[in-house]
């Protein structure tokens, strides 16, 4: 695990934020050279992207698909034209019920990348689904926990020998400072929502620093998009408010376009220079950073195993 030694909380102790750059740290111990996506030829690769219906998902689908590759994307709502290589898998992933499903019924075997990119900003008054879970939670984090424990195991397993280490990339905010509160995870004791989101932005990044422990075969690695004009904020600005139109027309003229980032993140996924590699963390340009100091191993696993708890409880 890649996790920089740290003063991550005790039990007893209330979690605090660590002081960090919101772009995160950059790690120079790991050198990329991906080769350019106008040269990238994918036709050999299948991609399975977990979101991959709207926003950033739907952007590093149709860029992977354009360069060859064969593509599933899993959603609520298939917002493309069918396609040779380009495959839709129906789910509501607010409901683990939902995403145990799919993480058991995807031909996981054959993917050589999955891709997770499910995800909201908690709303301003809580919302919960009908399994009891905090939406944002639900969505953004602990589903992916729910389809890793089935899809996992088989990630890759029918390839030939001679194939790379089947990856999984999990999409939020690695390295920017947030450790969550494993004793709250369901933000129940006293609603904020991003301190809510700060636990889903905890959780994946634990989710990837721990995954060599809980998911051993494929390599792990994080992935933080920044800023980036998406419908992520809707949920928490209101959706087609004036607030929401205002700060999405400043963050598209600002920011990168998905396109733009899509175009970025695709060579990033099938890069030779990860092989061998697990628990790397990317930032919005496909640049390394460090991962958030204090989340160091006990802590990654105490939060883990809450998640666990959490998911075990929306199951039954």
Do not use: C, W
Not at 15 to 38: A, C, F, H, L, N
Not at 92 to 112: C, K, W
Not at 161 to 166: D, G, H, K, L, Q
Request: no cysteine; aromatic share 6%; hydrophobic share 40%.
């Amino acid at each position: 695990m890649n996790a920089a030694k740290g003063s991550a909380p005790s039990d007893s102790e209330t979690p605090r934020k660590q002081k960090t750059p919101k772009k995160g740290v950059p790690d120079p111990s790991v050198i990329m050279r991906p080769i350019p996506v106008e040269r990238l030829d994918l036709s050999s690769k299948k991609l399975a992207v977990i979101g991959g219906t709207n926003g950033l998902g739907r952007a590093i689908a149709r860029q992977a698909l354009a360069r060859g590759a064969d593509v599933t994307v899993v959603g609520r709502t298939f917002r493309d034209d069918q396609a040779a290589r380009l495959t839709f898998v129906a789910a509501d992933l607010s409901l683990m019920s939902e995403a145990v499903r799919v993480g058991l019924e995807l031909p996981a075997e054959s993917f050589d990348v999955v891709l997770f990119t499910t995800g909201i900003i908690a709303a301003k008054t809580r919302e919960e689904t009908r399994e009891l879970v905090e939406r944002d939670m639900a969505i953004s984090y602990l589903s992916r926990l729910a389809v890793l424990q089935g899809l996992s195991p088989r990630l890759g397993s029918a390839r030939g020998e001679e194939t790379p280490r089947p990856r999984v990339f999990v999409m939020g905010s690695p390295g920017v400072g947030e450790i969550g509160n494993p004793a709250d995870l369901n933000s129940e004791k006293n609603y904020k929502s991003l301190v809510a989101h700060a636990n889903t932005i905890a959780g994946n990044e634990a989710l990837v620093l721990g995954a060599e422990n809980r998911f051993p075969g494929p390599a792990f690695f994080g992935l933080g998009p920044y800023l980036i004009k998406t419908g992520i904020r809707s949920n928490f600005l209101g959706d087609g408010s004036t607030t929401h139109k205002l700060v999405e027309t400043v963050i598209g003229i600002s920011m990168q376009s998905p396109e733009t980032y899509a175009k970025r993140m695709v060579p990033l996924l099938f890069a030779p220079e990860l092989e061998g590699r697990t628990g790397l963390m990317f930032g919005h340009k496909a640049q390394p950073i460090l991962p958030t100091r204090g989340l160091d191993r006990n802590y990654v696993d105490r939060y883990l195993s809450a998640s666990e708890v959490l998911l075990h409880h929306a199951l039954n």
